[in-house]
């Protein structure tokens, strides 16, 4: 049984950091690119971030380039989001998830599995 866990949510001020990470289990982590959502009240989920399977490639939401920086530890097969410069409008639920592929595309419909999110708030 696939599982994804997200911790390190919480309530920030603007300008802030928060380090969000995923706790994977029940797969070869190795043998999957992980990924960053958010999903803000009323709005859609969004992509924020994706790494690839050999973590040699990472994309980011242009809105979130050169604050937030995606990483994995294989050895304890987490995947993180560090998220510095923090901005009100990056509060949201934020989910990690996981594809089989090397690289999946931004949409969130291809990934296979889900964690069950953590709340992140910017205060103003």
């Known amino acids: 049984q696939v599982q994804l866990v997200e911790s390190g949510g919480g309530l920030v001020q603007a300008g802030g950091s928060l380090r969000l990470s995923c706790a994977a289990s029940?797969?070869?982590?190795?043998?999957?690119?992980m990924g960053w959502f958010r999903q803000a009240p009323g709005k859609e989920r969004e992509f924020v971030a994706r790494?690839?399977?050999?973590?040699?490639?990472?994309d980011y939401l242009e809105s979130v380039k050169g604050r937030f920086t995606i990483s994995t530890d294989n050895a304890k097969n987490t995947v993180n989001l560090q998220m510095n410069s923090l901005k009100p409008e990056d509060t949201a639920v934020y989910y990690c998830?996981?594809?089989?592929?090397?690289?999946?595309?931004?949409?969130?419909?291809?990934?296979?599995?889900w964690g069950q999110g953590t709340q992140v708030t910017v205060s103003s």
């Open positions: 998830a996981a594809h089989s592929s090397w690289f999946p595309s931004r949409a969130d419909r291809v990934y296979e599995y």
């Open positions: 790494i690839s399977r050999s973590a040699g490639i990472t």
């Open positions: 029940g797969l070869t982590f190795k043998n999957y690119a």
